[in-house]
């Protein structure tokens, strides 16, 4: 996926409360042309109509975001910055243990500075269950 601009590799793993409910942790890390970083995600999300092969789900959560500088200027020293985010997609049930998985998120990155900074992540991914 991308993530302000920056390709992105994830690994998730999720637990179905119900057909519609689930809880999700993501980890993952990017890469980009001045700043590198690493996130931790713990999401909740609703899936409407579970039963449709396309079917659309919606998700709420928050984590943290460290960030590294490189190639800047001004050294910048690394930080840590709490994060929540919302955000729609869709899974396309591809077989009977796999399908793939569409998604955007806006995140927000509380940060310590006058002004929180904003984020949208595209992510395309294929998903094996059991």
Do not use: C
Not at 20 to 31: D, K, M, P, R, Y
Not at 66 to 81: A, F, G, H, M, P
Not at 84 to 97: D, E, K, S
Not at 101 to 109: A, G, P, Q, S
Request: aromatic content about 14%.
């Amino acid at each position: 996926g991308t993530f302000s601009g920056a390709r992105t590799s994830d690994v998730y793993l999720g637990y179905y409360f119900t057909d519609n409910l689930s809880a999700e942790v993501t980890a993952g890390q990017a890469f980009g042309t001045s700043v590198d970083f690493q996130f931790l995600n713990v999401s909740l999300t609703h899936q409407p109509w579970p039963q449709w092969r396309y079917s659309p789900y919606l998700t709420l959560g928050g984590g943290a975001k460290q960030s590294r500088y490189s190639n800047t200027e001004v050294q910048l020293s690394s930080r840590t910055d709490q994060t929540l985010h919302a955000g729609a997609g869709l899974r396309i049930y591809l077989a009977r243990q796999l399908m793939g998985r569409l998604e955007y998120r806006n995140t927000v990155i509380l940060t310590d500075q006058e002004q929180n900074e904003e984020s949208d992540e595209w992510t395309i991914g294929l998903s094996a269950f059991f």
